[in-house]
């Protein structure tokens, strides 16, 4: 059972940035393409940004040129740096493989963007 941790959330002011990190237990991650996610107070999870095993990105239209996804395979691990901040960015923030079934969520990250 993999497990996904991920940190790096917190209170930014707009403009600013976050890097959060997305842990998976064991050395399968290096073998997934990964994508984040993120929900907002009362609305569904959404996609944001996807990293291919070859390292190729692909990112949703409102975050293009500020958020970069990125992974360290030697550590297990999947990051997004999160540039320019909006207040709308506010969410709970997860990571997952691309491919279903999906691993077990993990409990997110609070990303919280003060206007």
């Known amino acids: 059972q993999v497990q996904l941790v991920e940190s790096g959330g917190g209170l930014v002011q707009a403009g600013g940035s976050l890097r959060l990190s997305c842990a998976a237990s064991?050395?399968?991650?290096?073998?997934?393409?990964m994508d984040w996610y993120r929900q907002a107070p009362g609305k569904q999870r959404e996609w944001v940004a996807r990293i291919w095993t070859g390292g190729n990105t692909d990112y949703r239209d409102s975050v293009k040129g500020r958020f970069t996804i990125s992974r360290d395979n030697t550590r297990n691990t999947v990051y997004l740096q999160m540039n320019s901040l909006k207040p709308e960015d506010t969410a709970v923030y997860y990571c997952n493989r691309v491919v279903s079934p999906k691993w077990s969520w993990g409990q997110g990250t609070q990303v919280t963007v003060s206007s």
């Open positions: 064991g050395s399968i991650l290096s073998l997934n393409a």
